[in-house]
T-cell receptor
Framework: AQTVTQSQPEMSVQEAETVTLSCTYD???????LFWYKQPPSRQMILVIR??????QNATENRFSVNFQKAAKSFSLKISDSQLGDAAMYFC?????????????FGEGTQLTVNP | SAVISQKPSRDICQRGTSLTIQCQVD?????MFWYRQQPGQSLTLIAT?????????ESGFVIDKFPISRPNLTFSTLTVSNMSPEDSSIYLC???????????FGPGTRLTVL
């Protein structure tokens, strides 16, 4: 079974600075997807970014980018120019590509605080 | 991405009662998922709901406790039966869509059981 680990329960960053959230995972599969979701206090789960394992290029969405290291099974999220609205719980998630309709396996989450 | 709504957004219930949570999607989707998020914890999949077939439950979740209906391709319900305080959680539905079988989530239902 796949597992996802986020080793940083809490992180903080100054507004306009850059922060990196860590995620590692364990799988024996070669094809899969990885995601970062954001959950603000409103509890809505919002997709931040996705990465397909077969793509070597790191995904980027505006101020959000990932560092995907397949061999190391690492998938970190970098937030540049942090904004107050980035404050939220961030979850890393894994989805198998080998099974249609497969479940998402989530990490424990990292609570990000943005200081003005 | 699909627009997903859930009802109710929150509820406070007495132990021993049941609550049915509705999930509505603005487009037809094959797969719908129900997750539970206990206080301060991550999301755990309860079951996968396919239209026209029985839901598939994850280990630790049973149909008698969490019956699910999926009458069409845009709607599903999850019932939390015979509730106890341990059932106090956020319940979220999600659907697959867009690129890479990405899951998109509803706004969640916050349930408190007294």
């Amino acid at each position: 079974a796949q597992t996802v680990t986020q080793s940083q329960p809490e992180m903080s960053v100054q507004e306009a600075e850059t922060v990196t959230l860590s995620c590692t995972y364990d799988t024996s599969e070669s094809d899969y997807y990885l995601f970062w979701y954001k959950q603000p206090p409103s509890r809505q789960m919002i997709l931040v970014i996705r990465q397909e394992a077969y793509k070597q290029q790191n995904a980027t969405e505006n101020r959000f980018s990932v560092n995907f290291q397949k061999a190391a099974k690492s998938f970190s999220l970098k937030i540049s120019d942090s904004q107050l609205g980035d404050a939220a719980m961030y979850f890393c998630a894994y989805r198998s590509q080998e099974t249609s309709g497969s479940r998402l396996t989530f990490g424990e989450g990292t609570q990000l605080t943005v200081n003005p | 991405s699909a627009v997903i709504s859930q009802k109710p957004s929150r509820d406070i219930c007495q132990r021993g009662t049941s609550l049915t949570i509705q999930c509505q999607v603005d487009s037809q989707v094959t797969m719908m998922f129900w997750y539970r998020q206990q206080p301060g914890q991550s999301l755990t999949l309860i079951a996968t709901a396919n239209q026209g077939s029985e839901a598939t439950y994850e280990s630790g979740f049973v149909i008698d406790k969490f019956p699910i209906s999926r009458p069409n391709l845009t709607f599903s319900t999850l019932t939390v039966s015979n509730m106890s305080p341990e059932d106090s959680s956020i319940y979220l539905c999600s659907v697959e869509g867009g690129q890479g079988d990405t899951q998109y989530f509803g706004p969640g239902t916050r349930l408190t059981v007294l």
